[in-house]
């Protein structure tokens, strides 16, 4: 493979991302708002974690944590290792949400794509998103220990 078509692999990448703002601009939801919601479906997190999961600071999170919580996308439970600490976990309503959201993501790229072999890409992106997942684990530590050191 050519740098040039890693190039153009990049740049598709970079299209459908804009593409996904465009869609979140027209609807309640942002994509950052989306990957809080995304890394939180895999289990409660601690606000420092979801802070240095998305690269931001504390403050920064905070104030995103209570708009999801106004629209009742999260909640907060005690830490079962901390009674003094809480614990950010999904709602269900938070849950719906965010299909409803990749529903919507999904549907901008049907449209993008007319005539093109969609089972085919839709296959491709499930292959690479476990590929990616397989070592998001040890990525995320890798972030927390950094941001929250």
Same mark, same amino acid.
């Given at each position: 493979?050519?740098?040039?078509? &890693?190039?153009?692999? %990049?740049? *598709?990448?970079?299209?459908?991302? +804009?593409?996904?703002?465009?869609? @979140?601009?027209?609807? $309640?939801?942002?994509?950052?708002?989306?990957?809080?919601?995304?890394?939180?479906?895999?289990?409660?997190?601690?606000?420092?974690?979801?802070?240095?999961?998305?690269?931001? &600071?504390?403050?920064? %999170?905070? *104030?995103?944590?209570?708009?999801? +919580?106004?629209?009742?996308?999260? @909640?907060?439970?005690? $830490?079962?290792?901390?009674?003094?600490?809480?614990?950010?976990?999904?709602?269900?309503?938070?849950?719906?949400?965010?299909?409803?959201?990749?529903?919507?993501?999904?549907?901008?790229?049907?449209?993008?794509?007319?005539?093109?072999?969609?089972?085919?890409?839709?296959?491709?992106?499930?292959?690479?998103?476990?590929?990616?997942?397989?070592?998001?684990?040890?990525?995320?530590?890798?972030?927390?220990?950094?941001?929250?050191?």
């Amino acid at each position: 493979m050519t740098s040039r078509e &890693k190039a153009f692999g %990049i740049r *598709a990448v970079i299209t459908l991302y +804009r593409e996904f703002e465009q869609v @979140a601009r027209d609807q $309640d939801i942002s994509l950052t708002q989306y990957r809080t919601l995304l890394y939180l479906s895999n289990g409660s997190k601690r606000a420092g974690a979801i802070a240095a999961a998305g690269a931001v &600071k504390k403050p920064t %999170i905070s *104030a995103m944590l209570n708009n999801l +919580r106004q629209k009742d996308w999260i @909640a907060e439970e005690a $830490d079962p290792d901390d009674g003094r600490a809480t614990q950010i976990v999904l709602t269900e309503q938070g849950r719906a949400r965010m299909r409803a959201f990749e529903d919507s993501l999904a549907e901008r790229i049907d449209q993008l794509l007319p005539g093109f072999d969609l089972p085919a890409f839709y296959m491709m992106m499930d292959t690479l998103y476990h590929a990616l997942a397989a070592s998001k684990e040890q990525r995320l530590k890798d972030v927390e220990r950094r941001f929250l050191e």
